[in-house]
T-cell receptor, first 114, second 113 residues
Framework: KAGVTQTPRYLIKTRGQQVTLSCSPI?????VSWYQQTPGQGLQFLFE???????NKGNFPGRFSGRQFSNSRSEMNVSTLELGDSALYLC?????????????FGPGTRLLVL | AQSVTQLGSHVSVSEGALVLLRCNYS??????LFWYVQYPNQGLQLLLK??????LVKGINGFEAEFKKSETSFHLTKPSAHMSDAAEYFC???????????FGKGTRLHILP
């Protein structure tokens, strides 16, 4: 099976712009989660989608949003970009919901905000 | 609230020596615990997980971890380090009460020749 794919892999934006990141989960996986990874804050949970519904959300401002499509693919959007949004954004998929589920991570999208 | 503390942001061991990466957690309910590894320019990969079955958990690449409730620890070990083990390692905790997964800050493992 193909792994989790994320596009684009690298992105440069300027402050105030918006950005959309895409994640394709492993075939058959229904849960998709997003994380932000920075040197200072480490890995932080953004949100989880299951069956096209947001099931869980981390402590991020409303500028961060996402959605999941019927084929389980997911997009994440950040509006009004700030310098502090520069980070590696990781997507992970799992077959089902549940805290015991193993998450399979994609390689990430590295976003640089200038 | 749950939390995870990884002692040591950088750990160096000689090739062939014991690897010990420390993880302590805080959870008011029975936790589920994970160790993930991240190689440069890659996403995270699960090494092993504890889900309330056996307290000694064996994972991939020769790693194992022991859940010690009395010490609230879940340290990761490997008897003999290999150069290919150089990576960043993350401990994580979640539970049925709060299914948001919390990651530790990570420990970067350096292997000395």
């Amino acid at each position: 099976k193909a792994g989790v794919t994320q596009t684009p892999r690298y992105l440069i934006k300027t402050r105030g712009q918006q950005v959309t990141l895409s994640c394709s989960p492993i075939s058959g996986h229904r849960s998709v989660s997003w994380y932000q990874q920075t040197p200072g804050q480490g890995l932080q949970f953004l949100f989880e989608y299951f069956s096209e519904t947001q099931r869980n959300k981390g402590n991020f401002p409303g500028r961060f949003s996402g959605r999941q499509f019927s084929n389980s693919r997911s997009e994440m959007n950040v509006s009004t970009l700030e310098l502090g949004d520069s980070a590696l954004y990781l997507c992970a998929s799992s077959p089902d919901r549940g805290v015991q589920e193993t998450q399979y991570f994609g390689p990430g999208t590295r976003l640089l905000v200038l | 609230a749950q939390s995870v503390t990884q002692l040591g942001s950088h750990v160096s061991v000689s090739e062939g020596a014991l690897v010990l990466l420390r993880c302590n957690y805080s959870s008011s309910v029975p936790p589920y615990l994970f160790w993930y590894v991240q190689y440069p320019n890659q996403g995270l990969q699960l090494l092993l997980k504890y889900t309330s079955a056996a307290t000694l958990v064996k994972g991939i690449n020769g790693f194992e971890a022991e859940f010690k409730k009395s010490e609230t620890s879940f340290h990761l070990t490997k008897p003999s380090a290999h150069m290919s083990d150089a990576a960043e390692y993350f401990c994580a905790v979640t539970s049925n009460r709060d299914d948001k997964i919390i990651f530790g800050k990570g420990t970067r493992l350096h292997i000395l020749p």
